[in-house]
T-cell receptor, first 108, second 115 residues
Framework: QKEVEQNSGPLSVPEGAIASLNCTYSDRGSQSFFWYRQYSGKSPELIMFIYSNGDKEDGRFTAQLNKASQYVSLLIRDSQPSDSATYLCAVGRDDMRFGAGTRLTVKP | NAGVTQTPKFQVLKTGQSMTLQCAQDMNHNSMYWYRQDPGMGLRLIYYSASEGTTDKGEVPNGYNVSRLNKREFSLRLESAAPSQTSVYFC??????????????FGSGTRLTVV
C-alpha cells in the first residue's frame, strides 16, 4: 500500500475557477503535511505546510487537514494559467514521503 | 544566495560504471536528503542525513551509498550503475525543528541515464 496517495489527473479547470487537489496518507501518526508545486522539468517548490486540523489560508491557496480521515487537500482559488503544474502532497518530517502528484491544467 | 546546488545536471553512464552526485547547500540547514523521481512514481527517498555525522536509509537505498562530508555537503554514490537507476535525482535540505515545521528546499536536479 502506497503511503501517500493522490489522483494523478490530469485535472483541468477554466481560468478563474477553484481547483481542488486531494491527498490521503496511511501513517496515522503523521504530524506534518506539505504541498509542493513542480513545473515541468523543474524542481519542486514549497507552497504550503499544515500541521493542525482545519484550514490554513495563504493568498489564493488554502490547505485543509483532517487527521481523523487521514486526508489533506489544497484549494486554489481564482486559478490562473500560471498555476498549471504538478502538485505534490508530502507527509512526514525527516523522511518525508511524497505522493505521485496531480497534474493541473488551467485553461484560459 | 545559491540555495541547494547539485552537480552535474546531466550524466550518461554505461552499465557497471560508478559516479558520485554532489550536493551542497549554503543555508546552514541541518538536514539533507536524496530523492529520485520516476514517471508516475513521484519522489522516492533514497537516503537522508538528519544532522552532520548521521545518515539513514530511505525507501529505496539499494545500489546507493551516501556521505555527509560536512554540514554543507551530502553526496550520493552509485558504485555499479544499472539501467534501473535511470532517473532524475534531487537533493534537498531543511532546517527541521519542533515548531514551526519547515519544508524542503530542492536543488535543480541531475538527470541520469544508464545505458
Amino acid at each position: 500500500q502506497k503511503e501517500v496517495e493522490q489522483n494523478s489527473g490530469p485535472l483541468s479547470v477554466p481560468e478563474g475557477a477553484i481547483a481542488s487537489l486531494n491527498c490521503t496518507y496511511s501513517d496515522r501518526g503523521s504530524q506534518s503535511f506539505f504541498w509542493y508545486r513542480q513545473y515541468s522539468g523543474k524542481s519542486p517548490e514549497l507552497i504550503m505546510f499544515i500541521y493542525s486540523n482545519g484550514d490554513k489560508e495563504d493568498g489564493r491557496f488554502t490547505a485543509q487537514l483532517n487527521k481523523a480521515s487521514q486526508y489533506v487537500s489544497l484549494l486554489i482559488r481564482d486559478s490562473q494559467p500560471s498555476d498549471s503544474a504538478t502538485y505534490l502532497c508530502a507527509v512526514g518530517r525527516d523522511d518525508m514521503r511524497f505522493g505521485a502528484g496531480t497534474r493541473l491544467t488551467v485553461k484560459p | 544566495n545559491a540555495g541547494v546546488t547539485q552537480t552535474p545536471k546531466f550524466q550518461v553512464l554505461k552499465t557497471g560504471q560508478s559516479m558520485t552526485l554532489q550536493c551542497a547547500q549554503d543555508m546552514n540547514h541541518n538536514s539533507m536528503y536524496w530523492y529520485r523521481q520516476d514517471p508516475g512514481m513521484g519522489l522516492r527517498l533514497i537516503y537522508y542525513s538528519a544532522s552532520e555525522g548521521t545518515t539513514d536509509k530511505g525507501e529505496v537505498p539499494n545500489g546507493y551509498n551516501v556521505s555527509r562530508l560536512n554540514k554543507r555537503e551530502f553526496s550520493l554514490r552509485l558504485e555499479s550503475a544499472a539501467p534501473s537507476q535511470t532517473s532524475v535525482y534531487f537533493c534537498a535540505s531543511s532546517q527541521q525543528g519542533v515548531l514551526p515545521l519547515y519544508g524542503y528546499t530542492f536543488g535543480s536536479g541531475t538527470r541520469l541515464t544508464v545505458v
